[in-house]
């Protein structure tokens, strides 16, 4: 997978209330993803765009599209992704 591949899985973050605690307390960030994207590809898309490593991503239909939360291994790598891409 390529870069280019990897933004068309991940559309944007998916930011409210509830995500922000994800955040802190159980090192999860979640986003909006492309509908037909499995989880193995969401995971890959992740450690291509941010150097990440993803221990666990879990799917979600919504009405603003399929949505991914993705576990991380510690909560200050979370931390510093969501500041990253501009969630905190």
Do not use: H, W
Request: proline fraction near 2%; aromatic fraction near 6%.
């Amino acid at each position: 997978m390529n870069v280019d591949q990897a933004n068309r899985i991940i559309v944007k973050p998916y930011i409210t209330e509830k995500t922000f605690a994800m955040v802190e307390n159980e090192s999860k960030v979640c986003f909006i993803v492309e509908r037909s994207a499995s989880k193995p590809q969401i995971a890959e898309a992740v450690k291509i765009l941010y150097n990440q490593n993803v221990i666990k991503v879990n799917t979600a239909r919504t009405i603003y599209g399929k949505k991914a939360i993705v576990q991380f291994d510690t909560t200050a790598k979370a931390r510093d992704l969501a500041t990253k891409i501009g969630m905190l």
